[in-house]
């Protein structure tokens, strides 16, 4: 079984910043694709990043310039960092992954992580 840990979420000031982390464990064969997705209420998912394994990565428009996506692949980790947060980016911010595993690949979703950003 495999599964997806998100950590890193909080209360911030705009213009404050914040690191979101997510590991995948379990039986994992390899990981494709890794990324950050946001909900806020009333809204629908959005993507916000996401990583390749190789490393090119993909951001919304919104968060250009402001968060940077990365992944360790020895820990099958991947990263957020939130730089000059705004009030809009309040959200849940949920990891998601697409996981080989030995039956094959499938798309794997973290728990959510909670961002509120105070103006």
């Known amino acids: 079984q495999v599964q997806l840990v998100e950590s890193g979420g909080g209360l911030v000031q705009a213009g404050g910043s914040l690191t979101l982390s997510c590991t995948a464990s379990g039986s994992i064969f390899s990981i494709d694709v890794m990324g950050w997705y946001r909900q806020a209420p009333g809204s629908e998912r959005e993507l916000v990043a996401a990583i390749t394994s190789g490393g090119s990565t993909d951001y919304a428009d919104s968060v250009k310039g402001r968060f940077t996506i990365s992944r360790d692949n020895a820990k099958n980790t991947v990263y957020l960092q939130m730089n000059s947060l705004k009030p809009e980016d309040t959200a849940v911010y949920y990891c998601?992954?697409?996981?080989?595993?030995?039956?094959?690949?499938?798309?794997?979703w973290g728990q959510g992580t909670q961002v509120t950003v105070s103006s």
């Open positions: 998601n992954a697409v996981i080989v595993v030995t039956y094959g690949e499938y798309d794997y």
